[in-house]
């Protein structure tokens, strides 16, 4: 198996929407969009605008301080990895109010003789709108490190961040911020929500659907009520092939992802809750 094929880039994000989805989701369905190549500015951006009133918060049923625990199963390996989802703080980034989501990853025996890898991914998702504002990547893996930031600008928006930034379509996440806006929707009356996400590297639409609307699922963590939402992952209006997601979560205030799942080319994927701190 080559080594690329499993790099952080690839297994956490993919880990997260069902893994965090190679790739996500918003409180409201979003009208598909055609999407455009992503683009990197560094233009001198242009005199800002007056603000104008700060829009409300949008309502999400986690709190600071949560941190859920998962163990991951990969092809033969029943014990591959460990993931940490966490919310560590709301902090003003650049002038906006902002959920910071975090996400951790281990290999471990055996398959980290195989895999060294130890990566934390960040997410600074506007607590109004929704839209992933900074992602990062902080990858470590079988000795080689790499430090990632991506500064996301909708069109038509003035950027506030020095450096560069990534011209992406209004409503776009980053995988981690996906996962987490994926809790806020309503379940029992939204039937599917569409958007666009960008990992980093790659453009997708994402279309998460309703599949059933209570189904028991047990895990090391204990025994749930769980709605079984399936992701589709688009690219240029095709559907990208030899990818298939699926995320349970508990019918709990919190709709807590208790399973996420993936069947991959690199082999399937599946992530159990341990331990919730709620």
């Not at 560590?88 to 060294?116: C, I, K, M, N, Q």
């Not at 000795?143 to 506030?160: A, H, M, N, S």
Request: charged share 25%; with cysteine.
């Amino acid at each position: 198996m080559p080594q690329a094929r499993f790099t952080g880039t690839k297994f956490l994000p993919l880990v997260t929407v069902a893994l965090c989805i190679a790739i996500g989701f918003v409180p409201a369905v979003f009208r598909a969009a055609t999407l455009r190549a992503v683009q990197t500015s560094t233009r001198k951006p242009p005199k800002a605008k007056p603000l104008a009133p700060a829009p409300r918060d949008l309502p999400m049923p986690f709190r600071v301080g949560e941190i859920l625990k998962y163990e991951v199963s990969w092809a033969s390996f029943t014990t591959a990895a460990s993931v940490e989802l966490s919310v560590p703080e709301r902090r003003d980034l650049y002038g906006w109010r902002t959920w910071h989501f975090r996400a951790t990853a281990h290999t471990v025996s055996p398959v980290r003789t195989l895999f060294a890898i130890d990566d934390q991914f960040d997410s600074y998702t506007d607590a109004a709108t929704g839209e992933s504002r900074q992602y990062e990547n902080h990858l470590d893996e079988m000795g080689r490190k790499l430090e990632q930031v991506w500064r996301f600008v909708p069109e038509g928006q003035t950027p506030r961040a020095p450096g560069a930034a990534v011209i992406v379509l209004p409503g776009t996440r980053d995988p981690l911020g996906a996962l987490y806006s994926l809790r806020a929707v309503d379940w029992q009356r939204t039937p599917e929500v569409r958007m666009p996400v960008y990992d980093g590297h790659d453009l997708y639409e994402m279309r998460a659907r309703i599949e059933a609307s209570s189904e028991a699922v047990e895990v090391p963590a204990g025994k749930f009520s769980a709605s079984r939402i399936a992701i589709h992952v688009f690219q240029r209006n095709k559907e990208v092939s030899g990818i298939d997601f699926t995320v349970w979560l508990a019918s709990d205030a919190a709709r807590t992802p208790v399973v996420m799942a993936a069947d991959l080319p690199f082999g399937s994927l599946r992530v159990e809750m341990q331990s919730a701190n709620q």
